[in-house]
């Protein structure tokens, strides 16, 4: 008996068009806090502060660092800095 055996598993599945449902959730955050910027900044600060969200939300989004997403990469560079350290120390008698 032969069994169809998946492909492609590591790849995420395209929930919204071509996003998949992280990166969906990145963007409409981001769309969220700007809708929020614009209601109460004006002028030069809602550009500075637009330009700013876009980058960091188009970055969670999007950018993978050794085919791993910026927020994993993240949370993985944060536990070893926050985490316990033991440092080993074994006398060569050679």
Partial sequence: ???QVPQF???ETKIVGPLTWKQFIWVALGVGLL???FRFLTGF???FVSMIVIA???ALAFLRIEEMALIEYLM???GFVLGPKKYLF???NG
């Fill in 35 to 37: 809708l929020m910027f």
């Fill in 9 to 11: 598993i590591e790849t």
């Fill in 56 to 58: 960091i939300f188009s």
């Fill in 45 to 47: 600060w809602l550009i």
């Fill in 76 to 78: 993985k560079a944060l």
């Fill in 1 to 3: 008996m032969k069994f």
């Fill in 90 to 92: 074994k006398k060569d």
